[in-house]
């Protein structure tokens, strides 16, 4: 989130004519259904505090509150926050990195990251500091892109680089490190053809997914890019 957008995609930000196709469609790789599914999962309960981590245009903003929660949209770009602020009145916003989060610890009920961490390739500082503004018993709900053939596998720290995608088992250990528990894995590949079919038939092509970049775009598809549901909780007892 910090760093320069490598798969336009995953955040939301598609350049040239598919930003505004996809804006106006808010074609998003797991669309309401799986952010919905993640919600539920995660257990965000009314009036609960919920981070929307890289909220991008709202999106998910909006579905949490449709569920009652008070949310709180964080996002490095300051485009993405006035959309957001535009489409949701009165929706708190902060600008700020994924690894250095404005908050206060324990100061969050659940955090809902939607094609956020990939971007920070999982990065250590990026989890801690999930762990720290979660709540005892708080929990994470992740969906994003993965590698489902990720060899030569990089570190989940190269992940966010171009041309890298990280694997189940590289993101599961990543996420273990820091100390969070891991409750639920699930692959929704399906969704991610679907984004892209759907994508091809609104811009013609799949190019700017890659930003233009052919090379790009090669290299991920040999990793057989996959999508997925991860719900991880903060233990109960630890502050």
């Known amino acids: 989130m910090g760093q320069a957008v490598a798969m336009p995609y995953a955040s939301g930000h598609l350049p040239s004519n598919a930003a505004t196709v996809c804006a106006r469609d808010e074609?998003?790789?797991?669309?309401?259904?799986?952010?919905?599914?993640?919600?539920?999962?995660?257990?965000?309960?009314?009036?609960?505090?919920?981070?929307?981590?890289?909220?991008?245009?709202?999106?998910?903003?909006?579905?949490?509150?449709?569920?009652?929660?008070?949310?709180?949209?964080l996002d490095h770009s300051h485009q993405a926050l006035t959309t957001a602020t535009r489409r949701l009145a009165g929706l708190e916003s902060i600008a700020a990195d994924a690894?250095?989060?404005?908050?206060?610890?324990?100061s969050i009920g659940g955090i809902l990251a939607e094609c956020s961490l990939s971007l920070a390739g999982?990065?250590?500082?990026?989890?801690?500091?999930?762990?720290?503004?979660?709540?005892?018993g708080g929990r994470l709900a992740i969906t994003d892109v993965y590698a489902r053939d990720p060899s030569p596998s990089p570190a989940p720290?190269?992940?966010?680089?171009?041309?890298?995608?990280?694997?189940?088992?590289?993101?599961?250990?990543?996420?273990?490190?820091?100390?969070?528990?891991?409750?639920?894995?699930?692959d929704h590949s399906a969704l991610l053809k679907r984004f892209i079919a759907q994508l091809i038939m609104n811009c013609g092509s799949t190019d700017s997914l890659w930003g233009g970049n052919p090379e790009l775009g090669e290299k991920l598809r040999q990793q057989r890019p996959g999508y997925f549901l991860?719900?991880?909780?903060?233990a109960a007892g630890r502050n």
């Open 27 to 73: 074609l998003r790789p797991g669309g309401n259904e799986l952010t919905r599914r993640a919600i539920d999962c995660a257990g965000f309960a009314a009036g609960a505090d919920i981070l929307d981590l890289g909220c991008g245009s709202g999106v998910g903003s909006r579905l949490l509150r449709r569920h009652g929660c008070r949310v709180i949209a």
């Open 99 to 106: 690894c250095r989060l404005p908050l206060s610890d324990a």
């Open 122 to 136: 999982y990065a250590s500082a990026a989890l801690a500091e999930c762990l720290r503004v979660l709540r005892p």
């Open 157 to 186: 720290e190269s992940a966010g680089c171009p041309g890298h995608l990280a694997g189940r088992d590289a993101i599961l250990a990543a996420l273990a490190r820091t100390g969070l528990r891991i409750e639920r894995w699930e």
């Open 230 to 234: 991860l719900i991880a909780a903060k």
